[in-house]
């Protein structure tokens, strides 16, 4: 089969011509991939950012966000059949640890993550377990739904967390309005009654972000930290939700937040100094985020299927995988770039 592989750290992934996945173990699960989501996460992966806490030998597929149909199917699978449309939670868990019967997927003792320590689903077919699969409805195209797998369930996840502290009255800033921020403010706006602004640097998706629910917009253009002030009588916003958390976002994030407020962290790559006083004496909170559990994954397909969070998308052929990454590192793609097998 076809697949997209990583062979050199600071290098465009290649394809390549390597064996199907196979079946080994009961709780296998096969999966024909419909749509892979290209993500900033990809890009990371190629700077050597993930080798540390990785450590995934190369050459390996990528693509951690994952939909498309069951293939086959290991002795002891009964929750899902062959044919089945799902979307996959990113992380195959045991099942069995602490972590995983308190719902807490991400922290499973035992879990792999495809497309960062496994073969992911930049490819025609994906091994992943039962416990990953989330059934959908069959009128669902895979392309269509693929980066809620990860970009949606993060964002979801996020302000699943926040939601106590968004009752009516309260501000939300939203910093990145792309692939993750654009879900993150639908999933504000349906859950929410929060004020919500959202901040960029690129005027076209906070167009898009105004759509979705953004009751004001802010252009990322070096005054961005005072224009959120004034929106909200200088004191700050309650939760601000980095999605960009690099490249100084994260000072102005920081910035942003408002006495006794949250700042939570999403996005990644940047580097956080903040003086210890300024914590105290303001009781500004600093909340970590990886991606969400299982039960929010299938929450956040509910929302999808009632068309309350819907995914703006350009595909391309799984071929074309390294003009997608380079249009994301551009800039280029509103939305999110998903890979379709051909
Ligand atoms: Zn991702
Ligand atoms: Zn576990």
Not at 111 to 118: E, N, Q, R, V, Y
Not at 179 to 188: A, F, S
């Amino acid at each position: 089969m076809k697949a997209v592989r990583i062979h050199k750290f600071h290098e465009p992934p290649v394809i390549d011509e390597v064996a199907e996945p196979k079946i080994t173990g009961p709780l296998d699960v096969i999966v024909k991939i419909g749509g892979a989501g290209v993500c900033r996460t990809d890009l990371h992966i190629i700077e050597g950012q993930w080798d540390s806490r990785m450590g995934t030998p190369l050459p390996y597929i990528l693509g951690h966000e994952n939909a498309g149909w069951v293939h086959e199917v290991g002795s002891a699978v009964t929750n899902v059949a062959v044919g089945d449309t799902v979307i996959l939670h990113p992380t195959p868990t045991d099942g069995l640890c602490h972590a995983c019967r308190a719902g807490d997927d991400m922290h499973c003792e035992n879990s792999t993550f495809p497309g960062l320590s496994t073969d992911g689903g930049m490819a025609e077919y994906l091994l992943t377990s039962a416990r990953a699969c989330v059934k959908l409805d069959p009128k669902t195209q895979p392309k269509d739904v693929a980066a809620l797998a990860d970009a949606g369930i993060t964002a979801y996840h996020a302000v699943r967390k926040a939601l106590p502290l968004l009752y009516p009255g309260t501000t939300a800033v939203v910093i990145g309005a792309g692939g993750l921020g654009h879900i993150g403010v639908q999933c504000l706006a349906a859950l929410s009654a929060t004020n919500i602004i959202v901040v960029d640097r690129n005027p076209e998706a906070l167009k898009l972000a105004e759509q979705l629910g953004a009751d004001h917009t802010v252009v990322a253009d070096g005054r961005h930290v005072d224009a959120v002030k004034d929106l909200t009588n200088g004191k700050g916003a309650h939760v601000v939700l980095d999605f960009v958390a690099e490249q100084g976002a994260e000072m102005d994030g920081w910035n942003m937040t408002g006495a006794a407020g949250s700042y939570y962290v999403i996005g990644y790559g940047g580097t956080l100094t903040v003086p210890t006083l300024d914590i105290i004496s303001t009781e500004r909170n600093v909340i970590g985020n990886i991606v969400g559990t299982y039960n929010e994954l299938a929450e956040l397909m509910a929302l999808a299927e009632a068309g309350k969070v819907t995914l703006h998308t350009r595909t391309y052929p799984l071929t074309a995988a390294p003009d997608a990454l380079a249009d994301l590192d551009a800039g280029r793609v509103r939305g999110r770039a998903i890979l379709v097998p051909e």
